[in-house]
């Protein structure tokens, strides 16, 4: 079974219409799937509008984020309800796409040896409406990663991924609170050795503008998550070393 996770926390405007595209494009190909989504206490209509979906399809499961408020708790939240062996991370504003979804699914069914599939935004020029104070800090900052982790992966910061669930039990603990855990989950994977593929994916922006004060925060707290993930890997790689 497939879980997908979906963090929520004021999306009205979006959630109804992302329950239905992605529930209605994973029923058409027969897939067994639950979607649970796991909301970071709104204050809007959300919750009810989830809440209702809920009542009337068996595939969609809803929670309340009841740790400490974070998209990435609301994540860690999600791995602890989900079932499937396998688990996708999407957003609720349907700024992934539904078909990329399934075919990150048939790409890991496919490939047993498979950890996980990364998405890339950038290798064929599927991204709409990024700010471009934000594409250059994302595209500097993804840079420096490459380098610190010796790797061709370029999109560590896409939070559209699909994991083995297993995996994302075998890296845990999971420390990030909040949208750092889309740079905690892969680097952990790739320094720990998992094995992962890397597909293009389609993304479009759906926010009506990022202040560049949020994406400085992000920046201090990406930091911090990447200092993390090194000397994970480093205790990691040592570890190894020591069971020769």
Same mark, same amino acid.
């Given at each position: ?25 994973? $029923? ?9 989504? !796991? ?36 994540? !860690? ?8 062996? @396998? ?6 504003? =349907? ?7 399934? @075919?990150?699914?048939? $790409? ?27 594409? !250059? !800090? ?18 560590? $910061? ?23 855990? $889309? ?10 050795? @998992? ?34 993930? =090194? ?14």
């Amino acid at each position: 079974m497939l879980s997908i996770i979906i963090p929520t926390f004021q999306e009205e405007k979006s959630i109804k219409n992302t329950l239905k595209v992605i529930n209605e494009g994973l $029923t058409k190909e027969m897939f067994e799937f639950e979607i649970i989504v !796991v909301d970071d206490n709104s204050n809007d209509q959300t919750k009810k509008i989830i809440s209702n979906f809920s009542k009337i399809n068996s595939n969609i499961h809803f929670y309340l984020n009841d740790s400490s408020k974070g998209f990435g708790n609301s994540i !860690v939240k999600g791995i602890e309800y989900s079932k499937g062996i @396998y688990v996708a991370i999407m957003m609720a504003d =349907l700024s992934d796409s539904v078909d990329d979804l399934i @075919y990150y699914y048939t $790409t890991i069914l496919n490939n047993k040896k498979l950890d996980c599939v990364f998405g890339d935004r950038w290798s064929e020029n599927s991204v709409k409406n990024y700010p471009f104070f934000k594409k !250059v !800090v994302n595209r500097t900052g993804n840079i420096i990663l490459m380098k610190l982790f010796k790797t061709n992966y370029s999109d560590f $910061t896409n939070s559209f991924k699909l994991y083995k669930r297993s995996a994302l039990k075998e890296i845990s603990p999971i420390i990030s609170n909040h949208f750092s855990i $889309t740079l905690e989950l892969p680097l952990k994977m790739i320094a720990r050795g @998992y094995n992962y593929k890397v597909v293009s994916n389609k993304w479009e922006n759906r926010e009506h503008g990022v202040s560049k004060m949020q994406i400085l925060n992000s920046i201090v707290t990406y930091s911090l998550i990447t200092v993390y993930c =090194l000397i994970d890997k480093y205790f990691w790689n040592k570890r190894l070393v020591i069971k020769r």
